[in-house]
T-cell receptor
Framework: AQKVTQAQTEISVVEKEDVTLDCVYETRDTTYYLFWYKQPPSGELVFLIRRNSFDEQNEISGRYSWNFQKSTSSFNFTITASQVVDSAVYFC?????????????FGKGITLSVRP | EAGVTQFPSHSVIEKGQTVTLRCDPI?????LYWYRRVMGKEIKFLLH????????ESGMPNNRFLAERTGGTYSTLKVQPAELEDSGVYFC???????????FGPGTRLTVL
């Protein structure tokens, strides 16, 4: 069975601080995808990134970066120089890759508050 | 291109009543998913359509929930009769292929009193 653990429930930082959101996963699948989604106060789930289990390269997109480590089954997300607009709930998710079973398994989400 | 849309955005009903939620996927997306988040818990998978067929309905909680996707376009999720524990946010997502990223709608917040 697949499982995603986001041990942090709420994080509060001051604007311009860096913040890392942790994600640990469990799966028996040899190929899988990892995702991060953002849920701003407006409620919709916004896709941020997808990572294939074959690709352990770290990814950077502007102030966002992701660190994927298969050895520790982690897929952590760092926001550099946080801004108030980054305040949201962030979800890490996992799905099997390559087959028809494409349902996402989510963590409980981390509520990030960025104070001015 | 329009994203996934869901209607209504909010619904408040009494226990025992019926509610129907609607999801319009991104045009051309054959794969449609329903998920639910109960307060403070994970977002959990309910079911997956490929066109009008149910590919996986392993997450449907019980037979009070009925999902349809006639014609392979929009989908409806009916809860009949609603119970208090059905309260939560119901999300719909779509993708062109099962291996593609799922894009989510804004959700429908259901409150059962």
């Amino acid at each position: 069975a697949q499982k995603v653990t986001q041990a942090q429930t709420e994080i509060s930082v001051v604007e311009k601080e860096d913040v890392t959101l942790d994600c640990v996963y469990e799966t028996r699948d040899t190929t899988y995808y990892l995702f991060w989604y953002k849920q701003p106060p407006s409620g919709e789930l916004v896709f941020l990134i997808r990572r294939n289990s074959f690709d352990e390269q770290n990814e950077i997109s502007g102030r966002y970066s992701w660190n994927f480590q298969k050895s520790t089954s982690s897929f952590n997300f760092t926001i550099t120089a946080s801004q108030v607009v980054d305040s949201a709930v962030y979800f890490c998710a996992l799905s099997e890759a390559g087959g028809a079973n494409s349902k996402l398994t989510f963590g409980k989400g981390i509520t990030l508050s960025v104070r001015p | 291109e329009a994203g996934v849309t869901q209607f209504p955005s909010h619904s408040v009903i009494e226990k025992g009543q019926t509610v129907t939620l609607r999801c319009d996927p991104i045009s051309g997306h054959d794969n449609l998913y329903w998920y639910r988040r109960v307060m403070g818990k994970e977002i959990k998978f309910l079911l997956h359509f490929v066109k009008e067929s149910k590919q996986d309905e392993s997450g449907m909680p019980n037979n009070r929930f009925l999902a349809e996707r006639t014609g392979g376009t929009y989908s409806t999720l009916k809860v009949q009769p609603a119970e208090l524990e059905d309260s939560g946010v119901y999300f719909c997502a779509s993708s062109q292929d099962p291996r593609d990223t799922q894009y989510f709608g804004p959700g429908t917040r259901l409150t059962v009193l």
